[in-house]
């Protein structure tokens, strides 16, 4: 039987940074974050995750 990769059901006092490192390193792909400051002081946050595909041989 083949164990797909997982994350723990539940994480407790991390970060966002740490949380996007968690999936970074048990997902094939790369967690992609940018941040800005809007001319107002709010702050814009865009967190996506693009999966590496095996490209057939």
Do not use: S
Request: hydrophobic fraction near 40%; charged fraction near 25%; glycine fraction near 8%.
């Amino acid at each position: 039987m083949t164990t797909l990769p997982h994350l723990p059901p539940e994480m407790r006092n991390v970060t966002v940074d740490q949380a996007l490192d968690v999936i970074a390193k048990t997902f094939p792909g790369v967690v992609v974050y940018g941040e800005c400051t809007r001319p107002d002081g709010g702050r814009l946050v865009d967190i996506k995750f693009d999966w590496f595909h095996r490209v057939a041989q």
